[in-house]
Nanobody, 126 residues
Framework: QVQLVESGGGLVQAGGSLRLSCAVS????????MGWFRQAPGKERETVAA????????YYTDSVKGRFTISRDNAKNTVYLQMNSLKPEDTAVYYC???????????????????WGQGTQVTVSS
């Protein structure tokens, strides 16, 4: 059974930075693509960033390009999301997820991912 544990969320002022981590256990992490998602109150869950099994391919939603960086350490079974220049509109619960395969689609969707973490709250104050 796959287990994902996110950490690193919190309260930060606009312009600040946070680094989210997601530790994965229970399956072969290095063979699966990974993704970060977020859901704000009253809104649908959206794909923030995704990374292929090797780390060679990444995806970012337009609103975070140039500010967020997704990375992974297959030796540690961990995926990261470095978030810089945070804005109040980045406030949401952030989730990591394990993809159903090793690669990511051109625009990854939630349906492409099969196992999810419990989420970590990120709040950006203005």
């Amino acid at each position: 059974q796959v287990q994902l544990v996110e950490s690193g969320g919190g309260l930060v002022q606009a312009g600040g930075s946070l680094r989210l981590s997601c530790a994965v256990s229970g399956r072969t992490f290095s063979r699966a693509a990974m993704g970060w998602f977020r859901q704000a109150p009253g809104k649908e869950r959206e794909t923030v960033a995704a990374i292929s099994w090797s780390g060679g391919t990444t995806y970012y939603t337009d609103s975070v390009k140039g500010r967020f960086t997704i990375s992974r350490d297959n030796a540690k079974n961990t995926v990261y999301l470095q978030m810089n220049s945070l804005k109040p509109e980045d406030t949401a619960v952030y989730y990591c997820a394990v993809a159903k395969g090793p690669f990511i689609a051109t625009i990854p969707q939630t349906a492409d991912f099969g196992s999810w973490g419990q989420g970590t709250q990120v709040t950006v104050s203005s």
